[in-house]
């Protein structure tokens, strides 16, 4: 019986335990988070497969990429490839025989890509670099991105997001609080005594966008000290973006948080603990109230501004709404975007107007093509009763909807993870299914021409 094709499955009472998902499903210990995996047959386990070298070379690249795509940030200057891209690519080569199997969700985006690549083509003020990040995000990345992380468990993928998170929001908090400097990559907004922190992300809207996913990655946690750790973390790197959409992003997800958590009284109990810990330690100095004005400032400051950024997003949105009867084909491409709402909008960012950028770079037909791409990854994983990937993909792609129009890869990363849970969701219950091969009694002829005996193995 085979599985996913080059993922290795092992023996229950094998004592080699080589670094793959495991496709047997355990009973949850009392207050475990760790949502149940659908079981599968005896005979999947049945024989032990060493990992060969590319093997495991791949699952190395695999989780070296995976760690790095939260940290953007440590790339070289103004490059458009990050350092997890330098892991990324080779991981999805090594496991690129997985492609050779075309999925529904793939076909959308596949379709895309002609037109968005001849929106590039035909712009007069594009360039080969734009080109280039259509190819690789678009025409590789987002339709077989996934293939790199298929041999690894959800649980494997959960810890090394969020251990990646968890540092850029160290970081976060140092920016905001002025002991950690900003990184020659990043773009970060100063005013007053304090900054709009940015983490281990390009830009603090980018860091808001990165870490609202995240949350639905905490019932995958199995210890309840690492759960309320993580969640401190995730609050105070968003905190110190200082964005408005965590006002309405962070009370939902602590909703859900609450929701699936087996130890409701325990984690409040601990946070009740960090929160008493915290405001001593700050009463030991004289410059609590100091803190304290500060921290009022932030709010009245960006209070203040609410109305007049409302006004800024509104109005590229119109820009962008009364170019759209030109782009019912072919878009401006990038370059011919930012062109554009330079000399419209006064400005040559789409920021805050993600897919309405989308429209205007690659047209009518190619932004329906990719919305239909999301939508069946949604709806997959929901008819999968992959509930909790689900929601953590359509919490992205609501944070995306406020964002600039980028073209790294560490925006697209959930959209691997959410195909990757397809994939191995899929091969699991096809596994399931498959009957098990029942052996026929073999029948011994007696030299004497007797009659037969059969016997049952």
Request: charged share 15%; glycine share 6%.
């Amino acid at each position: 019986m085979s599985d996913i094709a080059g993922l290795p499955s092992r023996h229950p009472t094998s004592v080699t335990r080589p670094f793959v998902a495991d496709v047997n499903s355990r009973p949850a210990a009392t207050g475990s988070a760790r949502p149940s995996l659908p079981r599968a047959p005896h005979f999947i386990t049945r024989s032990v497969q060493p990992l060969t070298p590319s093997l495991q070379i791949q699952s190395f690249c695999a989780q070296a990429a995976l760690f790095l795509l939260p940290l953007p940030a440590i790339k070289y200057m103004e490059t458009s490839l990050t350092l997890a891209d330098l892991f990324l690519i080779p991981a999805i080569l090594l496991n690129f025989e997985h492609a050779m199997k075309l999925h529904a969700f793939q076909i959308p985006f596949l379709l895309a890509l002609p037109i968005n690549l001849l929106s590039h083509m035909l712009d007069p003020d594009g360039t080969l670099i734009p080109i280039l990040q259509i190819v690789y995000l678009w025409g590789f990345l987002v339709p077989f991105g996934w293939c790199a992380f298929v041999n690894l468990s959800q649980q494997r993928i959960a810890y090394l997001l969020l251990i990646a998170s968890g540092l850029s929001c160290l970081v976060a908090i140092g920016q905001f609080t002025g002991y950690v400097p900003t990184l020659p990559t990043q773009r970060i907004i100063d005013y007053k005594d304090s900054s709009r922190a940015a983490g281990l992300v390009l830009q603090c809207n980018s860091l808001t966008m990165a870490l609202t996913p995240c949350f639905l990655l905490l019932p995958h946690v199995r210890q309840a000290s690492l759960r309320i750790l993580f969640l401190l973390l995730l609050l105070g790197g968003i905190a110190s973006t200082v964005s408005k959409s965590a006002i309405m992003a962070v009370p939902g997800l602590l909703l859900y948080f609450f929701w699936r958590e087996p130890e409701k009284s325990r984690v409040l109990r601990w946070l009740t603990a960090a929160g008493i810990v915290g405001l001593l330690v700050f009463n030991r100095g004289a410059s609590v109230a100091e803190l304290v004005d500060k921290l009022d400032a932030v709010v009245e400051f960006r209070l203040s501004k609410a109305e007049t950024s409302f006004d800024d997003r509104a109005h590229l949105a119109r820009v962008a709404l009364e170019h759209s009867d030109e782009c019912k084909f072919l878009g401006y491409g990038t370059d011919g975007t930012y062109t554009l709402m330079a000399s419209r909008a006064g400005t040559g960012q789409t920021v805050h107007v993600f897919y309405l950028g989308l429209l205007l770079v690659e047209g009518w037909t190619a932004l329906i093509l990719t919305l239909l791409g999301f939508l069946g990854l949604l709806m997959s994983l929901w008819s999968l009763k992959k509930y909790n990937d689900a929601m953590m993909l359509g919490t992205h792609l609501l944070a995306i909807s406020v964002t600039t129009l980028l073209y790294l890869s560490y925006q697209y990363y959930p959209l691997l993870i959410a195909a990757t849970a397809i994939v191995r969701a899929r091969t699991e219950l096809a596994a399931t299914r498959r009957p098990e091969p029942t052996k026929k009694a073999d029948r011994v002829q007696p030299l004497n021409g007797g009659s037969s005996a059969a016997t049952r193995c």
